[in-house]
């Protein structure tokens, strides 16, 4: 076990393991003060009290969608991660004879400074390239780009089931987000009649991965069997998604590593890099470069945002002004918006944030009642920024008045009053 | 155990406490975990706004992506959802719901 950012972290890096056997996320039972926060943060009921004692345990891998907001939201640093690549990509890092790209998502450059003493949400994309670079990575691709590309590809899919819709065979609407690794189990798991309906995109990071060993590995001269990938996330469920055997089309395994926000702060503290004196950088061109659609898959409505600045445009032929589209952003709940788009009609769209939310509009889907065309997931409230690998929020741990009195307030509803 | 008349107010007052008290604070510690994300989620789009950071704001303004579907000579020239891209850049989905119903079978309360 390792300390990282204030979470224990188990150093193994597994291979070729089915991800489904892994607990990505635990309760540390002696540190377990039964407060119960981390089950009431749990949308699918994974983590729960084992004993009389109210210590809560996650039951099984298979309920557990691996969000890590039972994490976050523990004020006694009680719940570790299972998996941490941290220990092989540093061994990679120094070996000359192996070509290491980094992924970067979003979400991260508006947490790693949090780790560094800067503000809440300060955005930090060029210093966290210029620590790639010194950290040793070959490659500072960003994954970032892929969001443009995933946008090219979601996009298009929505065009094209809008259109096949009364012909045969036609794939099903609404169409589902697929970006989000914590919804698609959810959908896997819990609503699996309803897969036809999730766009049949990768996410972003499962696009980059291969992109990597192919186009990347043509562009630069690399042989694709020396290129180990390192996938950056705000999250901890994009482990399970790196392990996912599927996610091997380029030949090899596409994403061999996964970290999250908190163990690239780590490594740039470990490798002894001075964070705040460091030059804003750009990430390397092909894979690298992205636009403002891009970068706000990291919040809540993003991805709906991006998605409708490209499907205005390809479906009225006519130039977006301005591509600000406020309705769809989302800070919690469900958001649904109708979205006229000249010379073809009203375009209906819905986000959810968080899995209670999916849920309800994935019910409405099952019953056949559902009158959108595109609907947005996110596992986490309020999109990736609050994701289980960013850095934690000091009010969560700072009060342990606060927490106790949650704690003495939530055994006081528990009790259970004989009429 | 006999409880006198002004022990039990006492016991009210005390529970009321609690409940206003703890009810609060708990109102306060989501709002305020909420502001956090808000701050971040506000950078987000300010990073989005600000041409210094993101010269573009559209996916298929961005140069990398005009290069890549090139239709002459692009890596992905058949376009968006072409050969290429259903082969690399899509996927399929795997029916997962076999063990929490196992689970649920066991006697495990989730909550879907």
């Not at chain 2, 290429?84 to 066991?106: F, G, P, Q, W």
């Amino acid at each position: 076990m390792k300390q990282i950012e204030g979470v224990m972290y188990q150093t193994n890096a597994p291979k070729g393991i089915d991800p489904d056997s892994i607990f990505f996320v635990q309760v540390d039972a002696t540190k377990c003060q039964a407060c119960g926060n981390c089950e009431e943060a749990c949308a699918t009921g994974a983590i729960q009290s084992i004993n009389d004692d109210g210590i809560r345990q996650v039951v099984d891998p298979a309920a557990c969608m691996n969000c890590g907001q039972c994490l976050i939201n523990c004020p006694y640093d009680a719940i570790y991660e299972g998996v941490s690549y941290v220990d092989e990509v540093f061994e990679k890092l120094k070996d000359p004879n192996t070509v290491v790209v980094s992924m970067p998502a979003p979400a991260v450059r508006y947490g790693l400074g949090e780790c560094f003493g800067a503000a809440t949400g300060t955005y930090v994309g060029g210093k966290m390239h210029a620590a790639l670079r010194q950290l040793g990575f070959d490659y500072i691709w960003d994954n970032e780009f892929t969001a443009d590309v995933t946008i090219m590809e979601e996009g298009t899919e929505l065009i094209q089931r809008v259109g096949e819709q009364g012909k045969k065979g036609a794939r099903p609407l609404p169409q589902f987000t697929s970006c989000c690794p914590g919804w698609v189990k959810f959908a896997e798991t819990f609503y699996p009649d309803l897969m036809p309906n999730l766009s049949s995109c990768k996410s972003p990071i499962g696009m980059l991965g291969p992109l990597a060993k192919t186009y990347g590995a043509h562009e630069t001269e690399t042989p694709a069997k020396n290129i180990y990938t390192v996938s950056i996330m705000p999250c901890i469920a994009k482990k399970y998604e790196g392990l996912r055997p599927e996610l091997a089309d380029s030949g090899f395994r596409d994403i061999d590593a996964t970290i999250n926000t908190r163990e690239l702060a780590y490594m740039i503290k470990a490798a002894g890099i001075n964070f705040n004196s460091l030059p804003s950088q750009a990430p390397d061109p092909i894979l690298g470069d992205s636009t403002g659609a891009a970068t706000i898959f990291g919040n809540s409505g993003g991805v709906m945002e991006a998605a409708l600045r490209l499907a205005y445009e390809v479906l009225s032929g006519k130039k977006l002004s301005d591509p600000t589209i406020k309705v769809v952003r989302t800070h919690e709940g469900i958001n649904a918006a109708d979205v006229d788009v000249p010379g073809f009609g009203t375009v209906k769209v819905a986000v959810a944030s968080g899995l209670d939310n999916a849920a309800k509009l994935c019910d409405e889907v099952r019953a056949g009642k559902s009158p959108y065309h595109f609907i947005e997931v996110m596992t986490c409230p309020g999109g990736c920024v609050n994701g289980g690998g960013q850095p934690l929020d000091p009010d969560v741990r700072a009060s342990l008045f606060k927490s106790t009195v949650a704690q003495i307030n939530k055994r006081f509803r528990a009790r259970t009053v004989s009429a | 155990m006999k409880m006198n008349r002004r022990g039990f107010i006492k016991a009210c007052g005390v529970m009321t406490g609690y409940a206003v008290l703890g009810l609060n604070l708990t109102k306060e510690a989501v709002a305020a975990s909420m502001d956090f994300v808000g701050l971040r989620q506000k950078s987000v789009y300010d990073a989005d706004a600000n041409p210094k950071i993101y010269k573009l704001r559209k996916s298929q303004d961005n140069p990398m992506i005009k290069k890549i579907y090139d239709p002459k000579d692009g890596f992905l020239h058949e376009g968006p959802c072409g050969h290429m891209s259903h082969h690399l850049l899509h996927t399929h989905y795997n029916d997962r719901s076999a063990r929490v119903a196992a689970l649920k079978a066991n006697g495990f309360k989730l909550k879907f």
